[in-house]
């Protein structure tokens, strides 16, 4: 079996990653970097030219950015079950999560706001708009692909729980019973305990 290893630092997105690791249950290896330096050495960029984590390595694959190691485990361990029979909200709400749900929330935490008549011209539109579009999804259906859980409710859903957390995502009653959903599931608090035991440690 190929060997998994996940790159990572327990104060970045790499806590979706290792959610997303914990739920696939398969064994893997952990390397933590740290920012500004084995993040941007030359042993890690060869890897990530960016520098940026999560990372992940299975094999000789080499898969970055959050979404994309969410789907591609997803169907490399379909016995996971976290690739849901709809394949075309999995992807749509995976792409939001990736576009416009991280550009919107960025972008808004560091003060910049597309004017009302430049909207049109902003994949996200604003904020609103997002957190808008998600609250109808989740009033029509339980998960963000349909009736089950699944790997986008992994990668959307931490950016939820995040918002709601550090109020960056306005909060409202649909959003907090999704992620009270979620939150509990075992995967979710094998992977908090893990990062946060290395929070504590260093």
């Known amino acids: 079996m190929d060997k998994l290893t996940l790159y990572?630092?327990?104060?970045s997105r790499g806590r979706i990653a290792r959610w997303m690791m914990e739920e696939i249950g398969r064994p893997y290896e952990t390397v933590v970097l740290e920012y500004g330096t084995t993040m941007k050495a030359p042993a890690y960029l060869a890897i990530n030219p960016m520098g940026k984590v999560p990372a992940l390595t299975h094999g000789a694959r080499v898969v970055t950015e959050g979404a994309a190691i969410c789907t591609y485990l997803a169907d490399a361990f379909p016995e996971a079950g976290l690739m849901p029979p709809d394949r075309a909200a999995f992807y749509r709400w995976?792409?939001?999560?990736?576009?416009?749900?991280?550009?919107?929330?960025?972008?808004?935490?560091?003060?910049?706001?597309?004017?009302p008549e430049h909207r049109g011209r902003a994949g996200y539109g604003g904020l609103d708009d997002v957190v808008a579009?998600?609250?109808?999804?989740?009033?029509?259906?339980?998960?963000l692909a349909g009736d089950v859980f699944s790997a986008v409710d992994v990668y959307v859903g931490a950016q939820i729980g995040w918002?709601?957390?550090?109020?960056?995502?306005?909060?409202?009653?649909?959003?907090a019973a999704y992620w009270d959903r979620i939150k509990t599931r075992p995967a979710h608090l094998r992977a908090s305990d893990l990062d946060n035991a290395l929070i504590k440690k260093g």
């Open 133 to 143: 579009t998600l609250t109808a999804r989740l009033d029509a259906s339980p998960f």
């Open 8 to 11: 990572t630092n327990p104060m």
């Open 94 to 115: 995976m792409f939001f999560g990736a576009g416009p749900l991280e550009q919107a929330v960025v972008n808004t935490s560091f003060g910049w706001q597309v004017p």
């Open 163 to 175: 918002g709601l957390q550090f109020k960056t995502i306005p909060a409202n009653d649909t959003l």
